[in-house]
């Protein structure tokens, strides 16, 4: 062999392995992609984009730039794209500009962002919710525009980190509330867009601010207003000096100011009187919630068709095994609103259209679907039935939960058609909706929407942590959303779960929260307590021991299973240890044994006051006595001000408290 060729076949080697050290892209950012172009409903538009592996850099994926192995940008501008943006954005560590605007993507914008992103733009989309609170994490931020969207609820206090941030455009959505006193941190900010909110409150947290350029148009209060304020007390377009107001134009701005005051106040005591009538009954609280009042006036209950003077049939509450009121479901034009931390707001002329209804389906139907509830379609058993994978001609996969026929004897089949009267009516953000069911030839079976991301048990015990992590914020995130929607359960429809456990806490896209299982508490009423399993109350030793307070130990076992990252109970650990509330319970106060019980997936990246203070919380869920555990309410609010308390620790990537 000549050395000609052997130099010839050495370079053509060396040049194919640096071609795929350059253009094999990082693991982490592939998958990230591949979540994302699932959620944009796997759009042809996105050229050699993949839902699973690929090679976005080597590859040329449409809207990506990279360096070396490391996605950097993201530019899907103006693509007619739909549905949302995926769950494992945060894990784009070096992507610097992400911009999806002009797009028709719906949804919350995603709880986990880019953290290292300097440009982000999601404007001109249908994005609903308010602006999440993983922003205040983005510490290289200079622009952020999500203007021309569907935002709604107060501004989160959140900016005091954002020192880069040199544009903010939140304008043209639906914001509320005052401006938040960590605006005034913003100290490179120059540019501010506020216009066609509801912003009211005092402004006084602008006045400080070397603005070039702010557009406004909201109603305000009194208190000190940043320069370039018109007599009519909203701000115009305009290109402030740095030199400061003339004594004029200082006296201009206090007048402006008054005579603003004077109408808001004016229009608010009209407001007031007739206000009682609105279908929504908002009461701000300590936890800044929301009450919901889904009876109102006469006139709106007439809208959502409810009778009120009739009420409920008896037999639509006895099926739920309730002793009170049950949550009522809105109409269609009602019942999607858009929610501010998974709450209704008060703003009934934005309706988002329900994506289902309640279908009555065929056994045939639900046979084919299920390959004949095959085996391999099976995704799970309990002391209900079994639940089934199924797809439908159309495409659209669903779930099966095929009731056994021991709790249908005696010709008891009516009971089900009260069950699914009463399963209709229950309606939250964080719950799994019925969707359909079925009642033939002694199958009693109950259809529901499929997730994709499985449930927290899953993520938790048995999913690979790179492919699928949880991180502190996310699990904060789904001890609040679990907790609301055990708390409307409990306050609303005065029911019992009886099987708060996590292979009953879904996820969805964004992993948000879904409770399942709930309305099914008659089934349960009759058995014993499932010891066993761990995440049962101890006095459950029959199902007459049961009680609201029961569903609270329950609630504790997850939040325990969400900061330790063990199952409720583990035959494989030391005998001390197996069961997890026993282990976990004298050492919640331990600073020092707190930190050795938190999960090792979290690789120590949470706010060491964070783990304290919902280790507190767990605590009190899950206390021995029923007695000694606090309401929903109360744990729905604790982890509220988890969320919004600002933490003095910089351990780890967050430095706030969740």
Known sequence: MSPNFIGLSLWFFFCGVLTLVHSKTDSKDVTALNVMFTSLNSPKKLKDWESDGGDPCGDGWKGIECSKSSVTEINLSGLGLTGSLGYQLSNLASVTYFDVSNNKLSGDIPYQLPPNVKHLDLSNNGFTGTVPYSVSLMKSLKDLDLSHNQL?????????????????????NKLSGSLPQSFESLSSLSTLYLQNNQLNGQINVLGKLKLDELIEGNSWSSGQPPPGMTSSGNIKSTHMSKGGLSGAMIAAIIMGVLVVVATFLAILSRKRSSFSSSLYDEQDNQSGRKSFNYFGSNRYSTELGIDKDKGFKDHDIKALQSSGPIGLKPSLSYRMKSFRNNEPVNNAASPRKVSFEITPYALSELQTATSNFAMSRLLGEGSIGRVYKAKRPDGKVIVVKKISSAFFQDGQDEKFSDIISSLSKIYHPNIVELAGHCSEQKHNMLVYEYFRNGS???????????????????????ALGTARAVEYLHETCSLFHRSIKSSNILLDMELNPRLTECGLAIFYQDATGNLGGG??????????????????????????ELLTGRMPYDSTKPKAEQYLVQWALSQLHDIDALESMVDPALRGLYPPKSISRFADIVALCVQTEPEFRPPMSEVVQSLHRLVRRPSMSNRGVDDFDY
């Open 152 to 172: 709604n609820g107060q501004i989160t206090d959140m900016f005091s980190s954002l020192s880069n941030l040199d544009l903010l455009d939140l304008s043209f």
């Open 456 to 478: 927290i048990h899953e993520y938790l015990h048995l999913s690979d942590e790179f492919s699928r992590p949880l991180t502190w914020n996310t699990r904060v995130k789904i």
């Open 535 to 560: 995440w049962c109350a101890p006095e459950c030793t029959n199902g007459a021991a049961y009680t609201f307070k029961s569903d609270v130990y329950s609630f504790g076992v997850v939040m325990l």
